[in-house]
């Protein structure tokens, strides 16, 4: 609850994790929480794996210095 | 749904900005959220002059139509200092005027400039139709963008039924489609034309090719190519062109000679591009100037590691920008590289001459 409260949290299972490109200023906090995300040539993230560990995904989310991970309904 | 957003429909018309989007969806959507209308006539494809000769041949017509689509505020984006914005003012036209950037003219830059902020690209995560939030979170009205050619279309298929809208074009891609025929022609210019024409007849429409073709550049920045050997069997169409990894896109159609080097080309082209991002998305902001360097560094010389790099680079740029300038630049390297060779061309040494500029026309 208080996960969700914070944003951290997989509001439901038709959500995944998305970077809002403009505020990713690429610090790369997010790559060593989460497996799943690769770093380009310049730092940005690149996600492999969307729908990733829940406790993992809380941390990378609220642990973001640009807030710049959220977690979007899917559309495909 | 009302009576025109129906007609439309029926009539098949598509955005003809270079997204080919369904209108009448657009439209459906627009009406739900009593959105606003914003007319794109900035042109700002490279090389692109369609809807400005829109504004300069059927002005009453884009009124017209647009009178029709909204209740609520209409107005015409143009580039600065342009021939079209000077025409629209002298009409008296409700105008907002954009800077001479490549991505300024894109939807959700117009609709930020609109509300008064910067002329880039928003992090969206539904359409703009709808409506949404600026960067520091400011409620941005619901608006539609629509290409000024598009708003023509719907006006005529009001004036003339969906029946004669179908005479035209295929039936996938159906309807009148202005072209923008760049250099190589006797008579450059803007003219009517439609989906599924040959280069062939393209040609003839401006005077015929003045030159024995090399290839055909199509769609600006976010287009790419078609040598001329492969020409007879395409059709300018998403369809017709789809084995080459492209589309009519803004429909500009531009021609690089036979016996010219095409890279020159390529990396003017490249060269105005990396100047042209927002500076907002970092695989953006590096990305494409990485591109461009990737490009001049194999033309200086043969180099692997380049080369892999380059490709490497391709990969990482689509999907990862808050608007699809990215992926339209990695799209037309790509299509360079399968149309000039899979590996950047060296200058052959003694040969020296000055790029083209490129750049947005008035």
Aim: charged share 20%.
């Amino acid at each position: 609850m208080i996960g969700r409260l914070l944003g951290g949290a997989q509001p439901s299972d038709r959500h995944e994790l998305v970077v809002d490109r403009i505020a990713c200023a690429g610090r790369g906090v997010c790559a060593q929480i989460l497996p799943g995300i690769e770093l380009d040539d310049w730092g940005y993230p690149i996600i492999h794996d969307a729908v990733p560990d829940p406790d993992d995904a809380h941390a990378a989310v609220v642990m973001c210095p640009s807030r710049a991970l959220r977690w979007v309904e899917r559309t495909r | 749904m009302t009576a025109l957003t129906e007609l439309v429909r029926e009539a098949g018309l598509a955005g003809r900005g270079g997204g080919s989007f369904s209108t009448a969806t657009k439209l459906e959507l627009a009406q739900q959220h009593r959105a606003d209308l914003i007319i794109n006539a900035c042109d700002g494809e490279v090389d692109a002059r369609k809807d400005g000769w829109v504004i300069e041949h059927h002005l009453m017509d884009v009124l017209g139509a647009a009178a029709q689509l909204t209740t609520g505020r209409v107005r015409i984006a143009a580039q600065r200092d342009s021939v079209t914005i000077a025409r629209l003012q002298a009409a008296c036209v409700d105008t907002l005027a954009v800077p001479r950037h490549y991505v300024s003219s894109e939807e959700s830059s117009l609709v930020r400039l609109a509300h008064g902020g910067p002329a880039r690209p928003l992090t969206r995560y539904r359409p703009i139709t709808a409506g949404g939030r600026s960067e520091t979170g400011r409620r941005l009205r619901p608006t539609l963008v629509l290409n000024a050619e598009t708003v023509w279309r719907i006006q005529q298929i009001r004036d003339h039924g969906a029946a004669w809208f179908r005479s035209h074009g295929t039936e996938r891609e159906p309807g009148p489609r202005l072209v923008t025929m760049v250099r190589g022609v006797a008579r450059p210019g803007v003219y009517e034309a439609a989906a599924g024409m040959t280069f062939g007849h393209l040609g003839a429409l401006a005077g015929g090719f003045t030159a024995p073709v090399g290839a055909f550049w199509l769609g600006g920045l976010g287009g790419g190519f078609v040598a001329a050997a492969d020409a007879p069997v395409a059709r300018w169409s998403r369809d017709g062109l789809r084995r080459w990894g492209i589309g009519p896109g803004a429909g500009t159609i531009d021609v690089i000679r036979a016996g010219d080097d095409p890279w020159l080309t390529v990396t003017a082209a490249l060269d105005y591009a990396a100047g042209e991002s927002a500076g907002q998305c970092g695989p953006c902001m590096f990305g494409i100037p990485a591109l461009f360097d990737d490009v001049a560094a194999l033309r200086r010389s043969p180099d692997e590691e380049a080369v892999e790099r380059l490709y490497r680079r391709l990969g990482q740029l689509p999907g990862r920008g808050a608007c699809h300038y990215p992926d339209g630049i990695a799209g037309f390297v790509r299509s360079a590289l399968r149309t000039f060779g899979e590996v950047p061309q060296a200058v052959p040494a003694r040969r020296h001459r000055h790029l083209s500029v490129i750049g947005p026309q008035s």
